[in-house]
């Protein structure tokens, strides 16, 4: 039977989410495509049929996990009228996402907690950084007109408070993913945006 367009991106969507969970469990390097395979109850052959190799799944296993948060950057940067307010969502959004998203979270853990930072993955680590780069560019961005409107005081450079706010999401993102029994995400998380909401407003 020939195979159609909508049967092949299945196939790449399982062979994906297959790939995340196991990276997410056993490490960039500790997973195979063998192993990748069986998750995804096919051989190899379709895995070598949608990508080159590891490397070229692994790029695409954090592009897939990762669009929820691309779209949330790209949300924040569109709501221009009220940037305070498009802070306080972004940051809702990105716990409460990390919370209750799986594949989100498993996108974090991969990347803090279970890959090696070697020469094999640079251009996974490049595009990382840069994706890095936007959302504190965004975020800063925020902060900027925030202050044009007089929502957030202007003592402060606004990159600073961007960075501030990126580092405040990954420090309870890394926190929690490494020891989830600390505190819960969902009840604590009102709580993270409203300390962040006063260092955003100190002098």
């Not at 993102?173 to 490494?178: A, I």
């Amino acid at each position: 039977m020939r195979r159609t367009k909508e049967d092949a991106e299945k196939t790449r969507l399982k062979i994906i989410e297959a790939a995340l969970t196991l990276f997410s469990r056993n490490g960039y390097s500790n997973t195979t495509l063998g192993m990748i395979g069986a998750e995804a109850g096919y051989s190899r052959g379709p895995i070598y049929w949608h990508f080159k190799n590891k490397d070229d799944l692994y790029q695409a296993v954090l592009a897939y996990s990762q669009e929820p948060l691309e779209n949330l950057i790209n949300s924040a940067a569109q709501d221009s009228a009220d940037p305070l307010k498009a802070i306080d969502a972004f940051t809702r959004q990105w716990l409460g996402l990390l919370a209750t998203d799986v594949w989100f979270r498993q996108s974090f853990e991969i990347l803090l907690n279970k890959t090696e930072l070697t020469e094999a993955i640079a251009p996974t680590i490049k595009r990382e950084r840069e994706l890095t780069s936007h959302i504190v560019d965004t975020l800063s961005q925020l902060v900027t007109k925030a202050q044009e409107l007089k929502q957030l005081p202007s003592s402060q450079p606004a990159k600073k408070l961007g960075l501030l706010v990126y580092i405040h999401l990954m420090g309870v993102t890394q926190s929690w993913l490494f020891a989830p029994e600390l505190f819960s995400l969902k009840e604590e998380s009102a709580f993270f945006v409203e300390r962040l909401h006063g260092l955003l407003h100190s002098p």
